[in-house]
């Protein structure tokens, strides 16, 4: 089990960015997966994008181009580059970590987002 702290959420303007951060209670090095979702109000909750402990990354089509995981793995951390965000970017986001692909993801608080003028 990791416990996963998200900070970097904010109001920004349409077509700014921010930068996500999730960091880890311990080493990610071994973790299968790490990576993030979103919730906007009244909305499932949605993959936004992941990597893999080999550095493989996977995006929702709403989000390529204009985001990038990435990881640091001597920081323990994960991060997440939004650019040209949007308003439809509004939701909390969530960070994850998968140990393996048999386990239970663990989940972070969550950090609000919000895209507006």
């Known amino acids: 089990q990791v416990q996963l702290v998200e900070s970097g959420g904010g109001l920004v303007q349409p077509g700014g960015s921010l930068r996500l951060s999730c960091a880890a209670s311990?080493?990610?090095?071994?973790?299968?997966?790490m990576g993030w979702y979103r919730q906007a109000p009244g909305k499932q909750r949605e993959l936004v994008a992941t990597?893999?402990?080999?550095?493989?990354?996977n995006y929702a089509d709403s989000v390529k181009g204009r985001f990038t995981i990435s990881r640091d793995n001597a920081k323990n951390t994960v991060y997440l580059q939004m650019n040209s965000l949007r308003p439809e970017d509004t939701a909390v986001y969530y960070c994850?970590?998968?140990?393996?692909?048999?386990?239970?993801?663990?989940w972070g608080q969550g950090t609000q987002v919000t895209v507006s003028s």
């Open positions: 994850y970590g998968r140990d393996n692909i048999y386990s239970n993801p663990d």
């Open positions: 311990r080493s990610i090095f071994s973790i299968y997966a």
């Open positions: 990597i893999t402990s080999g550095g493989s990354t």
